[in-house]
T-cell receptor
């Protein structure tokens, strides 16, 4: 299984940008980089995904290194509601069951007012 | 727009009892999934159904059975509950296997 490495926890101040790093040195050519987050007492929520190019949506931006061995999820202005566990997951879009999500422990983001 | 609905939200069982966890989605999704999450851990896949009429084992299927009743509903059954199955269970769905998954709010199950 392709694996990712994330810091256990990070802190941010409200209304400041947050950069959540993820290392995935063994990524294969068909692996997409997916990010989900889990708010307290809720199920995970899809955030964003990408393959090679940087991606933006209404929730966040995803910056992918040129060699694809690392990526960064960017929250442009953190709010208290962004306090959650963030999971970086590699997902093979062409491998059938190998495309199943494999969750690690993620990064617990705390946001201070 | 309910999304993915799980019932019940909480349940306490005694060892050896059986129970079925229910999951329904209203997004016309083809694929559905059952996960468990233990304290301080990420989710682990129990079973999934790529499309109506098919089910496959995930990472931790032992002690569980599933039924894809129709396109909307995917149930998880514990035939003889054990304390090791105490966990939070999440159901999810996606349009196709490779598309983003939408999760329910979970069922918190305690087995004494």
């Amino acid at each position: 299984d392709a694996k990712t490495t994330q810091p256990n926890s990070m802190e941010s101040n409200e209304e400041e940008p947050v950069h959540l790093p993820c290392n995935h040195s063994t990524i294969s050519g068909t692996d997409y980089i997916h990010w989900y987050r889990q708010l307290p007492s809720q199920g995970p929520e899809y955030v964003i995904h990408g393959l090679t190019s940087n991606v933006n949506n209404r929730m966040a931006s995803l910056a992918i290194a040129e060699d694809r061995k690392s990526s960064t999820l960017i929250l442009h202005r953190a709010t208290l509601r962004d306090a959650a566990v963030y999971y970086c997951i590699l997902r093979d879009h062409y491998g059938g069951s190998q495309g199943n999500l494999i969750f690690g422990k993620g990064t617990k983001l705390s946001v201070k007012p | 727009n309910a999304g993915v609905t799980q019932t019940p939200k909480f349940q306490v069982l005694k060892t050896g009892q059986s129970m079925t966890l229910q999951c329904a989605q209203d997004m016309n999704h083809n694929s559905m999934y059952w996960y468990r999450q233990d304290p301080g851990m990420g989710l682990r896949l129990i079973y999934y159904s790529a499309s109506e009429g098919t089910t496959d084992k995930g990472e931790v299927p032992n002690g569980y059975n599933v039924s894809r009743l129709n396109k909307r509903e995917f149930s998880l059954r514990l035939e003889s509950a054990a304390p090791s199955q105490t966990s939070v269970y999440f159901c999810a769905s996606s349009g196709q296997m490779q598309q983003p998954q939408h999760f329910g709010d979970g069922t918190r199950l305690s087995i004494l």
